[in-house]
């Protein structure tokens, strides 16, 4: 301990630089990874905080919610599946709207009130209890979707009052408000003036207790022919665009992972070879290699705690200055696991500079130039 922090003090700005550098690469590993859930969550945020354990789509729908439409008769074949609890009609669409003078393009998801696919994150008002009533997220009440604002659809100027909020339940990046199914259906039938009927995009199903929701979806999907069903989570992982999505940020965050580990190797092996006269002459006067590894360790682990700390705020600096235009959080779970990575991360890469100061020969010093 003596020894790590003594030279950190003759050279300091070498271990600042290095504290800073892997700070940097922190900040980029959390921003993109509270990016990535923030993007994804404005994407498919209305299906994962909807209250169905299953939906069920049209097989040629290919896990689209926009694409699917299932026909009546597929309410009442589900309802008879083994397990099923309660279902129910599920629709969703986009309109253009008018909301705080402004004209836009906003997400309107139907249900049955008393049925599967209410919001689950309501933060203020309540649930529609009737036609015209929404749930908006709470993401855009400051664009005309704040509690008590009315929003006028485009095409038959219905007017839609916003009688509670909801985080997090945003679909495709437009303002979401969720409504009853019958909203829904004269919304659609005010866009399409020739349609009379208006089928569900999907079956809403909340499983009974005690059964499974993967037993459920198996059920339906082998009963029922022409549907797909899938649970919750797994609509969510599946919904078209959110795995290329994830898997290039992804790929982002990997290649700062494996910089980290770059430059903390090299740095301590270099830091290493410079002085490996000192380390010689140390080792024969008496000096253990153990103390000298632990030396090291020492080190490493203040250059990257630090480094962690400077990246997290950093972070916390930046998506706050962000505000509602990203709508993005650091999360302790988040800044945890990529703090450890990168922790582990940066102690494997220094087993390089311990595996040389291990091989040095006190004797070396006895030689002439040994001590380099």
């Known amino acids: ?146 509690l008590g604002d009315r929003v006028v659809l485009a095409k038959g100027g219905r007017v839609l009052t916003v009688v509670g909020l909801a985080r997090d339940i945003n679909y ?73 999505v994830s898997q290039s940020l992804g790929a982002v965050v990997f290649l700062c992972f494996f910089v980290v580990a770059i430059v903390a190797g090299l740095f301590f092996l270099i830091l290493t070879v410079q002085k490996a006269s000192a380390l010689t002459l140390l080792r024969a006067v008496g000096v253990g290699g153990g103390a000298l590894v632990r030396s090291l360790a020492v080190q490493v682990v203040l250059v990257v705690v630090g480094g962690i700390a400077v990246g997290s705020l950093v972070t916390v600096a930046a998506l706050g200055a962000s505000g509602a235009s990203l709508d993005a959080t650091l999360s302790v779970r988040q800044l945890v696991v990529s703090g450890l990575i990168v922790f582990v991360l940066a102690l494997v890469a220094s087993l390089g500079a311990i595996r040389r100061v291990l091989r040095i020969e006190p004797i070396r010093a006895t030689i002439p130039g040994g001590m380099s």
Request: without cysteine; charged residues 20%.
């Open 172 to 244: 495709s990046v437009l303002p979401t408000m969720f409504t009853t199914f019958d909203t829904y259906a004269a919304a659609r039938r005010d866009a399409n003036p020739g349609s009379t009927t208006v089928w569900p995009s999907a079956v809403a199903v909340e499983v009974a207790p005690g059964a499974s929701a993967r037993d459920v979806r198996d059920a339906i999907n082998a009963r029922i022919s022409n549907v797909e069903a899938l649970t919750r989570n797994q609509a969510v992982r599946e919904a078209p665009g959110v795995a290329s």
């Open 1 to 146: 301990m003596f020894l790590a922090l003594r030279e950190i003090r003759r050279g300091p700005w070498r271990f600042a630089l290095l504290t800073g550098a892997v700070g940097l690469l922190v900040f980029l590993i959390l921003f993109v990874q509270s990016l990535t859930s923030a993007l994804i969550g404005q994407f498919i945020g209305a299906i994962k905080h909807q209250s169905a354990d299953v939906l069920v789509y049209s097989a040629q729908a290919r896990k689209s919610l926009e694409a699917s439409v299932v026909p009546p008769a597929t309410l009442d074949a589900v309802a008879e599946i083994p397990g099923v609890s309660a279902s129910g009609p599920f629709g969703e669409g986009t309109f253009s709207v008018r909301a705080a003078s402004k004209r836009r393009d906003a997400a309107l998801i139907g249900y049955e009130p008393g049925k599967p696919g209410a919001p689950t994150t309501l933060t203020e008002g309540r649930l529609p209890r009737s036609n015209f009533e929404v749930v908006a997220s709470s993401r855009n009440r400051g664009e005309g979707f704040g």
